[in-house]
């Protein structure tokens, strides 16, 4: 087998989650192998018991990695931005965009003096990449 990461970053991810799936399987039948000898009080169920815990454990530990990798894929995708404006003391609060803003939407209340808010502006964070 020939490692090529720069290659197919893409299939990265679906390879990881056909190792987790063939472990999961594996170590599942090893259980099953393990506990079906135990009833027998067969002395080599206890190899197959501990064949199908580490496997799951492995497979726990994939899941995670992919998991960690996806959210931070997520966590790179472009931001957007809420701008809220206070109409009396001009405060200005910026946080993320949520689901059904609009410009000149009133918000919750000012932070600083309870009064009424406007979405001021809604935009997108570019971050741009320096050579
Ligand atoms: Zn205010």
Redesign the pocket.
């Known amino acids: 087998m020939t490692e090529k990461i720069e290659a197919s970053k893409r299939n990265v991810s679906f390879f990881s989650i056909a190792m987790v799936l063939i472990t999961v399987v594996l170590s599942v039948i090893a259980l099953f192998l393990g506990f079906a000898t135990y009833e027998s009080q067969d002395p080599s169920a206890l190899p197959y018991m501990l064949i199908g815990f580490i496997g799951l454990a492995i497979s726990a530990y994939l899941l995670l990695q992919t998991k960690r990798k996806s959210l931070k894929a997520a966590f790179e995708m472009p931001q957007v931005i809420t701008t809220i404006l206070?109409q009396?003391?001009g405060?200005k609060n910026i946080r993320d965009h949520k689901r059904g803003d609009y410009i000149f939407k009133e918000t919750e209340p000012?932070q600083?003096?309870n009064?009424k808010t406007m979405i001021a502006s809604i935009y997108r964070e570019v971050k741009e990449k320096e050579k």
């Open positions: 206070c009396k003391c405060f000012c600083k003096c009064e």
